[in-house]
Every structure is written in structure tokens, then in C-alpha cells.
């Protein structure tokens, strides 16, 4: 399990441009599907828990608990923090856990190669969409990704990943040197794909999350 610490920006016309300038190495060009999962009362994201597919692996992102949240720096505020859980018997086990209240309990365990255990669970697919990614290389441990989403959106991260009990706050610091770097001004957090995607395809479940603080 690791952690992914992340800033989103807006992808401007100079910034392929600005990437070369300050010596970003592209490693490469893919492109991905990811379908999302959650009860059909969003039991899940509610809770800011994101379960998706992407390239045939599962993913469930979990907001991770955090004593400084309240006096961090702005820099710091417009970083996403959250754990990503790949393996699939404990997504299962957490989610189970997330959804014990309103599902019945089931037995997920003979479950692994089908997806029979998402409808034990009472979980559909609430979003799906296409990204074609270009992932850049600044210094080590920090990639840029430029994201274009097939319904229309551009939005560009700076990454950097965690291994658990590994150093949050140094992350902080090299997203916060790489957004210098790349002339990023404004303090205002930028939508990520979700967020966008929810606001045109599902205007109730995108009220939702608003309402509670969780986009
Ligand atoms: C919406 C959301 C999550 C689902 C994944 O969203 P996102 O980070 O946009 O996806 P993607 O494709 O860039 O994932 P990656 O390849 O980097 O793993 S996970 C957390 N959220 C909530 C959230 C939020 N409240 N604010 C921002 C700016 N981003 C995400």
C-alpha cells in the first residue's frame, strides 16, 4: 500500500513547452479506461472512497487520516492525499467494512476471477471514461502526467507516490518545487476528471459530493 500525494493543474497551450524548458524527460504515451463503483445511494465516494478498474486491475483510493490538515501551508492544500490499495482481497475486505450497515454480508472470497462480488455488494458502475496520458519525468519520484479525457477535458498532475510510513511531508515539498518549476500560479484547487465528469453526466451524484465537502 502506498500513498499518492498529487497537485492537478491546468494544462495551458506553452505548457509542453515549459515541460522541455526545465529538462522533463517524456517516458511515454498510454491510454486506459476506468470504470467507478459505488452503491447507488454513493455509499462509497461519500465517504471520499473511490473504487475503479483501470486495465483490468483493481484500485480503491482512501482518503488517509492526518494530523497536520489543519494548519498546512497553501501549497500543501492543493494536494491530494490519499492510499491505494491494488490488492484485491483486502479492496474486498475494506469495502465490506465501508458497506457493512446497508449490504448484507457476503462472501467474497470464491470471487477473485469474476465480478460476481460487485453485485454481492450492491455496487454499479456510476462512471466510465477514456484518458490518453503523457507521463513526464522531472527528478526522481516526481511524474507529470497531461491527461486527455474522452468527454472533452484536459487536466494536467504532479505526482508523487509514498511507500507506506514514507516521508508525506518531503512530497509536499517536491510537488511544491515542481509547480514553481512550471510557472503554476493561483491558489485555487483545479478539478480533477471525475469532478467534471460527474457535473455533465450526473448532476444529483455530483450535487452530493459538493454538498459534503468531498469534490
Ligand atoms: C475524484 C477522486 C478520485 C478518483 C480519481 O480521480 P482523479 O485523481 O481525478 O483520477 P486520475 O485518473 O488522475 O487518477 P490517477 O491516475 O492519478 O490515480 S480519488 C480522490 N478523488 C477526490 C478528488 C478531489 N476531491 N479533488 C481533487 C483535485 N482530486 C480528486
Known amino acids: 500500500m502506498s500513498v499518492e500525494v498529487e497537485r492537478k ?10 515541460l522541455e524548458e526545465i529538462g522533463a524527460a517524456c517516458v511515454g504515451q498510454h491510454q486506459f479506461q476506468d470504470q467507478y463503483f459505488d452503491s447507488i445511494n454513493f455509499d462509497l465516494t461519500l465517504k471520499d472512497i473511490w ?19 489543519g494548519g498546512q501551508s497553501k501549497a500543501a492544500a492543493l494536494c491530494t492525499r490519499y492510499k491505494e490499495i491494488t490488492n484485491l482481497p483486502e479492496i474486498q475486505l475494506r469495502v465490506k467494512e465501508v458497506l457493512k ?26 462512471a466510465e471514461y477514456k484518458t490518453v496520458r503523457r507521463s ?3 527528478e526522481e519520484g516526481v511524474q507529470i502526467d497531461l491527461d486527455q479525457a474522452d468527454f472533452g477535458y484536459d487536466v494536467g498532475e504532479i ?57
Open 9 to 18: 493543474f491546468l494544462c495551458k497551450a506553452d505548457t509542453l513547452k515549459t
Open 51 to 69: 473504487l475503479r478498474k483501470r486495465k483490468g486491475c483493481w484500485e480503491l483510493k482512501c482518503p488517509i487520516t492526518e494530523e497536520t490538515i
Open 101 to 126: 450497515d446497508v449490504c448484507e454480508d457476503t462472501d467474497t472470497s470464491s470471487s477473485q476471477e469474476n465480478e460476481s462480488w460487485l453485485s454481492k455488494m450492491n455496487l454499479v458502475c456510476f
Open 136 to 138: 513526464f519525468i522531472l
Open 159 to 215: 505526482e508523487v507516490l509514498v511507500p507506506e510510513g514514507g516521508d508525506v511531508q518531503s512530497a509536499l515539498e517536491k510537488i511544491e518545487r515542481t509547480a514553481q518549476k512550471l510557472g503554476l500560479t493561483g491558489d485555487q484547487r483545479v478539478e480533477g476528471k471525475m469532478s467534471v465528469y460527474l457535473k455533465r453526466n450526473n448532476p444529483q451524484h455530483y450535487a452530493k459530493l459538493l454538498s459534503e465537502h468531498i469534490l
